[in-house]
């Protein structure tokens, strides 16, 4: 599996499991470390071949096109207070609209990080599952929530 999607700041990458349609995330690291041969769904706890797919690829895509453009346009700022005064005017706009602006972005933020003791690994998951119990990505085996 090769991973070549943008992470987030927490340097995670976004996977979505087919069978439940759960979102989670995982570090490259992690997700293609040689001990780690196949990943549960911390959702639903099954396996599944490919958690990539063209919908998270393209919404991972929007994320950091949005992260990026949001630093563009804060550099951009700077520069206005800079230029106030020197004579020249330099002005940064409005700040650009993101893409693709859904209810499921909002959810992906919200993800939360679950550190799983019996691999020494996290995953960010849902704040519902952390709460209920959520299945270790790494070896399937069920975590206990936070209640
Ligand atoms: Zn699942
Ligand atoms: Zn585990």
Redesign the pocket.
């Given at each position: 599996m090769k991973i070549s999607i943008p992470t987030d700041n927490d340097g995670f990458v976004l996977f979505r499991c087919p069978l439940c349609g759960g979102y989670f995330k995982l570090t490259p690291d992690d997700a293609q470390a040689d001990d780690v041969i196949e990943i549960w769904c911390p959702c639903c706890g099954l396996k599944s071949e490919n958690y990539l797919t063209d919908d998270v690829i393209e919404l991972a895509m929007n994320m950091a096109k949005n992260l990026a453009m949001d630093m563009v346009f804060e550099e951009m700022q700077k520069w206005e207070r800079q230029f106030k005064g020197s004579g020249l005017t330099f002005k940064a706009g409005k700040r650009p609209r993101p893409e693709a602006e859904n209810p499921i972005i909002a959810g992906i933020e919200a993800l939360e990080i679950q550190q799983?003791?019996?691999?020494k690994?996290q995953a960010k998951i849902e704040p519902i599952i952390k709460l209920s119990g959520s299945y270790?990505?790494?070896?399937?085996?069920k975590?206990d929530g936070d209640q």
């Amino acid at each position: 599996m090769k991973i070549s999607i943008p992470t987030d700041n927490d340097g995670f990458v976004l996977f979505r499991c087919p069978l439940c349609g759960g979102y989670f995330k995982l570090t490259p690291d992690d997700a293609q470390a040689d001990d780690v041969i196949e990943i549960w769904c911390p959702c639903c706890g099954l396996k599944s071949e490919n958690y990539l797919t063209d919908d998270v690829i393209e919404l991972a895509m929007n994320m950091a096109k949005n992260l990026a453009m949001d630093m563009v346009f804060e550099e951009m700022q700077k520069w206005e207070r800079q230029f106030k005064g020197s004579g020249l005017t330099f002005k940064a706009g409005k700040r650009p609209r993101p893409e693709a602006e859904n209810p499921i972005i909002a959810g992906i933020e919200a993800l939360e990080i679950q550190q799983y003791e019996c691999c020494k690994r996290q995953a960010k998951i849902e704040p519902i599952i952390k709460l209920s119990g959520s299945y270790c990505p790494f070896c399937g085996v069920k975590c206990d929530g936070d209640q």
